[in-house]
């Protein structure tokens, strides 16, 4: 059964991630720039952790094309550590947003049917897509007979 509807997509926001690069870069040249002026050494420690800082978040726009999640008529495909992995639905046991608890950001978790193996998405400010969003696109997308 297919729901004509387009694939439903989690993307990183590669601006946000250009422009925290960008200012910690910045900064590094600023402390910098005063470790030599002022010929003190411990001014190389704060430059050297957000230069550090700059090079991950702009290292986050380099896959900018390529999106963290993806949800369409037949299953998820989503980016994990050892690089994609694909479900149908019907090979899930469970797919639900957790919303933030403590430190820890919302994330899609996404458990095979086995219940042995479970897969996460980021979402919240660090993507294009809110908790809300993702629950509203999940359920349009997934049949109720999936289970």
Do not use: N
Not at 4 to 22: D, S
Not at 83 to 104: C, D, K, N, P
Not at 106 to 133: H, Q
Request: charged share 25%; net charge positive.
């Amino acid at each position: 059964m297919s729901t004509g509807l387009e694939p439903f997509e989690i993307r990183r926001r590669v601006k946000l991630f250009a422009l925290l690069g960008l200012l910690s870069l910045a900064s590094a040249a600023g402390f910098g720039w005063l470790a030599y002026d002022r010929s003190e050494p411990l001014l190389w420690v704060p430059a050297a952790l957000l230069a550090m800082l700059g090079l991950i978040h702009l290292r986050g726009t380099s896959d900018a094309r390529a999106p963290l999640f993806v949800a369409d008529d037949h299953g998820v495909r989503l980016r994990g550590r050892e690089g994609w992995v694909g479900l149908l639905w019907s090979e899930m046991a469970e797919i639900r947003i957790e919303r933030r608890a403590g430190r820890h950001d919302p994330r899609v978790k996404v458990v095979s049917k086995d219940g042995t193996r479970f897969y996460t998405s980021p979402l919240g400010l660090a993507t294009d897509t809110s908790p809300g969003e993702a629950e509203v696109q999940l359920a349009r997308r997934r049949p109720a007979a999936a289970y």
